[in-house]
């Protein structure tokens, strides 16, 4: 499900916590549904443009062994379906 969410502008930070502090990313969150279903009953306080996802660090984060913005590279969908995002179908296919 990573590329629907880095589509979304949705950043790593977001469910990995501080990805640039990490030797391993980790999950941050329990990413639990009921964790999911609050994000997604509100996403806009966790999104922002899709071609920054990568790039949203904190000045002085990113070791230079790490570049995010270099691995920025455009998600597509591939002609699916976008579901609304309560809908259970949208996660649980």
Known sequence: HHAAHVQSGVTCQTCHGPVWEMPRTVKAETLSMG?????????GARQGPAEQVFERVP???????????????????????????????????
């Not at 964790?35 to 996403?43: E, I, M």
């Not at 913005?69 to 949208?90: D, F, K, M, N, W």
């Open 35 to 43: 964790w999911c279903l609050d994000c997604h009953r509100n996403p």
């Open 59 to 93: 000045a002085g984060g990113a070791p230079p062994d790490r570049p995010f913005g270099l691995a920025a590279q455009p998600v597509r969908h591939g002609g699916i379906e976008v579901s609304p995002l309560t809908r259970c179908s949208t996660c649980h296919r």
